[in-house]
């Protein structure tokens, strides 16, 4: 059988980002290892780290890079020395947004899980969260943030356009219906359509679409209501299909679902290369200590697997996820009394995917600091 060869172009990034990379890195080695794969990694910059190096967020060599590649795979952009300077001219989100346009990356996904091990972790009642396992579709290079953006001339208003084509809609909304005939064929457009003329292109184009997809039931809601319905019962939600902006902040807020933004994955597609990525960001307060949890960058790394048709591969990564959480192998913000650093949860995670080994021993073994590293 010929050897599986993909180049994956990695952008670690800023803050946490190189640490969790890390620690997938680790993982998708163990899966090359066991399945006969051969991955290579291009270690590139992008963010602040690269502004810094280059006075640009998004290098061309970085650029070219992603383009050379057959996936690429996100840590973390974001330092505030930037954030806290409102007048700085060039910003590290500014590459990423780049990013997503150069690479036409225009549906990003987000699957939202409850793991049953984890529920007290939640500020919601476990009661109201078991069960949940949702997909959300955002469009991620239109709308308000890629819209004319300015000043007045006198400079005392301020304006961002948002629009939206009928192609934009169309395109990620058939990559939603056909997520959901996989699943329990529900889907949810997420608009406001009662105030915004771009909501009611959404919403004509989606209705005209729904009859190819017989099998899936589709409900419309106001975001507004969607906000609160993602909080009182987000069982209800299968695939979630929305606008960039109101992708972005329901998805961000369904994440207090899972009890941490260390556990949640993306995956940004389009027509060309794809990137994933942790829907966390860089938390430079946590830079260097060993306490960030790399599991979202891990199961973004399954969700690259399955984006190469390796389904086995991407069961394995999340077999092993499933495995470090029922073992309680985690980091601090999930176990505050016997905590496990960045590179222990890697280790764990990618032993268990080149082969597995018992659970306990290897508990034992990170207690008293014998693990091995990869």
Not at 305 to 330: P, R, T
Request: with cysteine.
């Amino acid at each position: 059988m010929d050897v599986l060869k993909k180049k994956i172009a990695v952008l670690a990034g800023d803050g946490i980002g190189p640490e969790v990379c890390r620690e997938a890195i680790k993982v998708l080695e163990a899966v090359a290892e066991r399945f006969g794969h051969q991955f290579t990694f291009d270690q590139q910059l992008m963010g602040a780290c690269a502004i810094d190096a280059t006075d640009d967020p998004l290098p061309a060599q970085t650029l070219r890079a992603c383009f050379e590649a057959d996936a690429v795979l996100l840590g973390a952009i974001g330092d505030p020395k930037y954030d806290n300077d409102p007048s700085a001219k060039v910003r590290p989100e500014q590459g990423l947004l780049r990013l997503r346009k150069s690479l036409g990356l225009y549906a990003n996904i987000r699957p939202v899980t409850a793991y049953d091990a984890l529920l007290a972790h939640s500020p919601l009642k476990p009661e109201r969260i078991s069960g949940t396992d949702m997909l959300i579709f955002r469009e991620l290079t239109g709308g308000i943030y890629f819209g004319d953006k300015g000043r007045t001339d006198d400079g005392q208003g301020a304006y961002d356009h948002c629009t939206y084509s009928r192609e934009e809609i169309e395109r990620i909304a058939h990559r939603a219906f056909q997520a959901a005939e996989t699943r329990r064929r529900k889907l949810t457009l997420v608009d406001k359509a009662n105030v915004l003329e771009t909501s009611r292109l959404w919403r004509e184009v989606v209705q005209q679409i729904a009859p190819q997809y017989p099998e899936v039931r589709v409900d419309y809601l106001f975001v507004d209501n969607a906000a609160m319905q993602v909080i009182l019962n987000p069982k209800q939600f299968d695939v979630i299909l929305t606008e960039n902006m109101f992708g972005d902040i329901i998805s961000d807020e369904a994440s207090v679902i899972a009890g941490s933004l260390g556990l949640l994955p993306s995956a940004s597609v389009g027509d060309q290369v794809a990137l994933f990525e942790p829907i966390h960001g860089s938390y430079p307060q946590a830079k260097g200590r060993g306490i960030a949890n790399p599991i979202a960058t891990i199961l973004s790394g399954a969700m690259l697997l399955e984006h190469f048709g390796l389904q086995e591969e991407a069961d394995a990564v999340k077999a092993a996820v499933q495995a470090a959480l029922d073992s309680n192998i985690l980091t601090p913000e999930l176990n505050a009394t016997s905590p496990c650093s960045t590179e222990q949860v890697g280790n764990f995670i990618a032993y268990q995917v080149a082969g597995g080994i018992d659970c306990q021993m290897y508990k034992e073994n990170i207690a008293v600091g014998m693990s091995t590293i990869i």
